[in-house]
């Protein structure tokens, strides 16, 4: 005899209960996610120590043609664009003081430092980390995992590492494209709105900010991408034997992702 459903509380303590059950469900995520962090965290120490055996140099190359090469249309079409915004507001706000040359200031130390490394990391979370459950996730549903397990292959070496080894090699690089097409775009705008010509545009680019206003914005890009492809192939592998698992966790990914 099935145990009948218990119903759910309504009105306010049904809003505290999913409150709490959201909560405990997010304490628990948070623990799995710890756990698995420190299995890859072994398997690429164990990796780096015999580097013969354990990394896949041909999929790591595939991850970051994927990852990176594939991704610079969609990078440098948007990171234009926002080099582009950028330059305009700034310029449409500062031309009440007469100021519209720090402009230049603004778009440069906005775009390195900040906003050039986030959109790009927004943009692979949205891309390659949502391909990355999608695939594992799928190879979960057609039992491919189980007969890899059942071979006595290692699912981490196998299909974890190259995705986060070529995404923490790819996403630094796409970050500094995406610095050079803001700023592209943003000297456009000011050519064209403020008649400010390219010379005197990278002189005072030159004047408003240094190589550590560049690697400010860059060494993030590595930790971003860890987290990226962390999240992705984790969530990948908590997918369940059905078609609507994999759309979910598809999403869910994304979210954790740009969160983190």
Request: glycine share 12%; proline share 3%.
């Amino acid at each position: 005899r099935e145990k009948p459903t218990p119903r759910l509380p309504t009105g306010f303590r049904g809003r505290l209960y999913k409150i709490g059950r959201a909560t405990i469900h997010g304490y628990r995520q948070g623990v799995s996610i710890l756990g698995y962090l420190g299995r890859v965290t072994v398997e690429t120490g164990e990796a780096i120590v015999a580097p013969k055996h354990n990394l896949r140099i041909t999929a790591i190359f595939h991850q970051v043609e994927e990852t990176g090469i594939n991704a610079l249309p969609i990078v440098g079409l948007l990171s234009f664009l926002i080099g582009v915004v950028l330059a305009y507001q700034g310029a449409d706000q500062l031309r009440q003081f007469g100021a519209e040359i720090f402009t230049i200031n603004l778009l440069g130390v906005g775009l390195l430092r900040e906003i050039g490394g986030l959109i790009t990391a927004i943009i692979v979370a949205g891309r390659s980390g949502s391909a990355f459950t999608a695939h594992i996730g799928t190879m979960r549903v057609n039992e491919e995992i189980d007969a890899m397990q059942t071979m006595g292959l290692n699912t981490v070496d196998t299909l974890v590492l190259p995705r986060i080894i070529g995404l923490v090699i790819a996403l630094p690089l796409l970050t500094f494209y995406s610095d050079i097409m803001g700023l592209i775009g943003g000297a456009m705008m000011c050519w064209i709105s403020l008649d400010i010509t390219i010379p005197v545009f990278l002189r005072q680019l030159n004047d408003a900010i240094s190589v550590n206003t560049l690697m400010v914005g860059l060494i993030k890009a590595p930790v971003f991408a860890f987290v990226i492809a962390l999240v992705g192939c984790y969530e990948g592998f908590q997918v369940e034997r059905n078609a609507a698992s994999v759309g979910q966790l598809t999403t869910r990914s994304v979210v954790e992702a740009i969160f983190l």
